[in-house]
């Protein structure tokens, strides 16, 4: 984040905004430091800290792009924001590599990018990367097999506990199974045994 000097905070906004070419309501910034002046206002200061929406992005970008030249390998970023985040596609020299096992390999680069972007703009940064619609398949293979389990559960009345996913992929299925009648689905465990749980519910009409 890049910081601003002035005699006010609204000051030190004017000047991040100006040079950030944004408005004060795309604008997100803290304090670092806030002095209030004497007489006539001498010796008053204001620092800030701020940053937009482009910031963001550009950290993100930059930050993958560093880890793929270390590494010695070609890749294709591309990082949009979104009303829940951001997305970032990738296609590389070898994207299987990327991906890993399960998904593995890519869901762990995107916990670390994540939390280098929530650490240096001190808040919670939602962000998913795709490599070469890797994830868009696997959410519609998800979504075709959750589906075939819960008309299963409509018929049986019998709960069914699905394998280990990812946050989003859980969020994908929470969101799916949302349209189903007679179907909901909680979450049980914690950490890496959380799993969710696809249960009969007769109150439940769509």
Known sequence: MNRYEAKTVEEAMELAC?????TK????YFVVEEKPGGLFGLGAKAIIEAYCTKDIEDFIFNYIKEY???INMGCEIIVESNEDGFDVKLNADNNAVIIGKAGQTLQA???VVKG????NFKKHINLLIDVNNYKEERYEKLKAMV???AKTVQKTKVAA???QMSNDERKIIHQHLSTFSNIKTES???GNNRRLKIIYDSKKVN
Do not use: M, Y
């Not at 100006?18 to 944004?22: A, G, P, T």
């Not at 309501?25 to 997100?28: F, H, Q, R």
């Not at 280098?116 to 650490?119: E, W």
């Open 18 to 22: 100006e040079d950030k070419q944004v």
């Open 25 to 28: 309501e795309e604008l997100n």
């Open 68 to 70: 793929f030249d270390n």
């Open 109 to 111: 680069i995107t916990n």
């Open 116 to 119: 280098a972007a929530s650490s």
């Open 147 to 149: 589906g075939r389990i």
């Open 161 to 163: 506990r699905l394998g």
């Open 188 to 190: 049980e465990g914690e």
